[in-house]
C-alpha cells in the first residue's frame, strides 16, 4: 500500500480548514460550530479499537474533566465508519465525539498522510478564533493528552 501525502501544510497560525462530517451518534458536526466557543483538538488516529489508538482515546477519556476546565473540546478522526466508531465509543466508553472521513476529505484538508486506510497519528489544537495553535506530527500515544494539557495550560 502507497502513502500519499497532501501538499498542504498547515503550520501555527493558518486557519484550520472548515470540514463537517457526522460523529459517533450520527449527528453532523462542523469545525465552524466550536468557532469563537472553544479550543479544539482535532486528533487523527489510524484505526478504532487497535492498541496505539485505543491507549491514546482512553487517555483523552481519562482526562476530558480537564480539556473541559480549559474549555477545549475532543475530536477524533479517523477513516473509519460510523458505526465501527460506535463499537470503539462503546466497547471504551469514550466520551468524545469520533468522526468518520470515510471519503479521507478532512485528511487530505489537513495534510495528513494516509497509508492505505490508515491516517498517520497527527493532532491540530485549534483556538477559539479557528487558527492552528499547534500541528503535532509526531505523537506518542502513551503521553498525546498529558502533552496536549501541558501546552494548553502554557497558552491559558
Known amino acids: 500500500m502507497s502513502e500519499t501525502l497532501s501538499s498542504t501544510e ?19 458536526i462542523s469545525l465552524h460550530d466550536f468557532r469563537g466557543k472553544s479550543n479544539v483538538i482535532l486528533y ?15 487517555n483523552f477519556r481519562d482526562d476530558i474533566a480537564q480539556y473541559k476546565a480549559a474549555n477545549t473540546v475532543v475530536l477524533g478522526v479517523s477513516k473509519d465508519t460510523r ?16 468522526l468518520a472521513d470515510t ?8 495534510g495528513v498522510p494516509v497509508n492505505g486506510h490508515q491516517p498517520k497519528r497527527w493532532t491540530f ?21 498529558a502533552e496536549l494539557l501541558r501546552d494548553l495550560s502554557s497558552l491559558q
Open 125 to 145: 489544537l485549534i483556538g477559539k478564533d479557528g487558527k492552528i495553535l499547534k500541528a503535532y506530527r509526531s505523537v506518542d500515544a502513551r503521553t498525546h493528552s
Open 103 to 110: 471519503s479521507g476529505a478532512i485528511c487530505e484538508a489537513y
Open 83 to 98: 458505526e465501527k466508531h460506535q463499537q470503539f465509543t462503546e466497547k471504551d466508553r469514550l466520551n468524545f465525539p469520533l
Open 10 to 28: 498547515l503550520k501555527t497560525g493558518d486557519m484550520a480548514p472548515d470540514f463537517t462530517a457526522v460523529a459517533t451518534d450520527g449527528s453532523n
Open 44 to 58: 487523527f488516529y489510524p484505526e478504532d479499537m487497535t492498541s496505539g489508538c485505543t491507549v491514546e482515546a482512553c
